[in-house]
C-alpha cells in the first residue's frame, strides 16, 4: 500500500529553527510537495521537490532524498504566526496526489 | 472572484437528504479536485477532473458524484447524506495535473445528523 508519515504534533520556541520529517513509500514517485494549513483554513502550497537536495525560499527549506523516500520542511526564524499543520504530499506513478496526516506546529513564545 | 470559491461555507443537513456542494474557479484550470479532511487522517481525494467533460474517481468516492460541464465549475452531489459523510470538504484545482501545484477553496463544513 502507499503510505506517508509525519509526525502528529511539534512544539517549537518563536526564533528558533524546526524540522519536519516525511517519510513515503509510495507506487512511483512524481513529485513531493509541502503545504501549510492554518486552523479553520484552506491549505496553501509552501514548496516542491522532484529533484534530491535543497530548495530554499526565504525562511522555509525543504529537502528531498528519493532514495531514502524521505522529505523534511525546515523552518528558521520562526514566528508565532508559523502556527500551523504542515502536510506532506507525494504524486504517485498515476500523477495521484497522496496526502499525509500533517503535522501540527504549535510554537510557543 | 478570484481564485477558488465554495458555497455554502457550512452547512447541517438530515440523514437521507440530498445536497450539493458547488466550486467556481476562475483561474481557468484545466484540473479540478474534490477532498475530505477528517481529523487524524489526511486529505482523501474524493472525485476528480482533469478537464472540462472528464470526471474521474479518488479514493472515497462512494455516496458522492460529480460533474464537469465546463471548465470554472465541478460540483459535489450527495445523493442521500449519511452520518460519515459528517466532514470539511475541500475543492481545488490545478493547470496541469494533481502533481501540478493545487490551489484549494476556503472548504465547506458539513454536519449531517
Known amino acids: 500500500g502507499q503510505n506517508i508519515d509525519q509526525p502528529t504534533e511539534m512544539t517549537a520556541t518563536e526564533g528558533a529553527i524546526v524540522q519536519i520529517n516525511c517519510t513515503y513509500q509510495t507506487s512511483g514517485f512524481n513529485g513531493l510537495f509541502w503545504y501549510q494549513q492554518h486552523a479553520g483554513e484552506a491549505p496553501t502550497f509552501l514548496s516542491y521537490n522532484v529533484l534530491d537536495g535543497l530548495e530554499e525560499k526565504g525562511r522555509f527549506s525543504s529537502f528531498l532524498s528519493r532514495s531514502k523516500g524521505y522529505s523534511y520542511l525546515l523552518l528558521k526564524e520562526l514566528q508565532m504566526k508559523d502556527s500551523a499543520s504542515y502536510l506532506c504530499?507525494?504524486?504517485?506513478?498515476?500523477?495521484?496526489?497522496?496526502w499525509g496526516a500533517g503535522t501540527k506546529l504549535i510554537i510557543k513564545p | 472572484i478570484a481564485g477558488i470559491t465554495q458555497a455554502p461555507t457550512s452547512q447541517i443537513l438530515a440523514a437521507g437528504r440530498r445536497m450539493t456542494l458547488r466550486c467556481t474557479q476562475d483561474?481557468?484550470?484545466?484540473?479540478m479536485y474534490w477532498y475530505r479532511q477528517d481529523l487524524g487522517l489526511g486529505l482523501r481525494l474524493i472525485h476528480y477532473s482533469n478537464t472540462a467533460g472528464t470526471t474521474g474517481k479518488g479514493e472515497v468516492p462512494d455516496g458522492y458524484s460529480v460533474s464537469r460541464a465546463n471548465t470554472d465549475d465541478f460540483p459535489l452531489t450527495l445523493a442521500s447524506a449519511v452520518p460519515s459523510q459528517t466532514s470539511v470538504y475541500f475543492c481545488?484545482?490545478?493547470?496541469?495535473?494533481?502533481?501540478?501545484?493545487?490551489?484549494f477553496g476556503p472548504g465547506t463544513r458539513l454536519t449531517v445528523l
Open positions: 504530499a507525494v504524486g504517485d506513478s498515476n500523477y495521484q496526489l497522496i
Open positions: 483561474m481557468r484550470h484545466n484540473a
Open positions: 481545488a484545482s490545478s493547470y496541469g495535473g494533481a502533481t501540478d501545484t493545487q490551489y
